[in-house]
């Protein structure tokens, strides 16, 4: 008792007042041999948990099946939409180009530009319409070429 009171008397009275005071709990070790013990199988149990498991990959697959099927459809609506949208956007650019070729093929435009840059109407029996052999194919076809001139390169020294 008097060790318990000098330790009471060394911590300040501050501490003293939230020291627990209750009962210790003990604990007893007890060794138990359980190496004589051995597990009996039961196979009724082992082939319920075969049919459990079984049975629970079973729904498993079945889930992940739809999962899968459902975000591939889900998937599949975003690409068809991004395709209409680029259907659309290239529907448009295809009018625009076809408007701009038809307004650049213009002959009242290419005309003016043509006077612009100084060029001039053709005179009567300038244009030879290639064409018109076209329409008349039993008429004899004259054919002509122009002379080839070759020329050697030089060797140098």
Known sequence: MAAAAAIRSAIPSARR??????????????AIDNS????VEDPGRNREMKQFGTALACLFLLVFTYAWQHFRAI???????????????????NRA????????????RIDVM????????PEPGQVI???????????PVMASA?????LAGQQRR
């Open 75 to 93: 998937e599949y609506g975003y690409q068809i939409e991004s395709s209409k949208r680029e259907l659309g956007n290239l529907t448009e650019m």
């Open 146 to 150: 122009e002379p080839v001139m070759v």
């Open 114 to 121: 043509a006077r612009r840059m100084g060029m001039v109407p």
């Open 97 to 108: 180009l076809r408007l701009e070729d038809a307004s650049l093929r213009d002959p009242e």
């Open 36 to 39: 004589r013990l051995v597990k």
């Open 17 to 30: 007042s939230t020291f627990f005071t209750g009962t210790p709990e003990i604990y007893f070790s007890k």
């Open 129 to 139: 319409r290639m064409d018109s052999a076209s329409t008349d194919s039993n008429a």
